[in-house]
């Protein structure tokens, strides 16, 4: 089931260093503190909420409003003699993730229910239409998304250095 939830893997090649990298989606990502505001002004000056280690980070896009469909970006790091490799993982947050499980197996149990307890054909079909209703709905909204998010992402990477 897990792998039929929404998700994007890419591999980014860089002629930059690590810690270039790194400084970069330092400087446009704010740790976050879930009991601050997250719409004050200095929040506005970043692009990304998340957190940068050594050679990981674990990052999502800066948004004004709750978005289910908001990818976390996972992504590791390796120097190259010629700069580095950057390995971007999307997913769902896991509270997403977990509903989207939930509402597939509710609406297949209930399909089951329908066709094979109740005799009820159209109420089963309804039921699966419903759930791949769902899941469809959730692959068209992750893949804007996560567009959204390789835009920003891809554009701080080509920032040309700052004197």
Known sequence: MIKYLPHHSEILVSSMSCEEVLSRLDHVTRD??????????????????????????????????????????????????????????????????????????VTLIMGMFFLFGEEQPIFAVISFAVGLGNMLFAWSHFKRKVKQSQDIFHKMLSLQKNG
């Open 32 to 105: 976050v503190d879930y009991l601050s505001d997250p719409l004050s002004d200095h929040a506005r000056e970043h692009l990304f909420n998340g957190k940068i280690s050594d050679t990981s980070f674990r990052l999502s896009m800066v948004v004004r409003r709750a978005d289910s469909f908001l990818p976390l970006i996972k992504g590791n790091i390796e120097s190259t003699r010629a700069g580095c490799i950057i390995f971007l993982d999307y997913r769902l947050f896991p509270g997403s993730s977990f509903f989207m499980v939930f509402w597939s197996v």
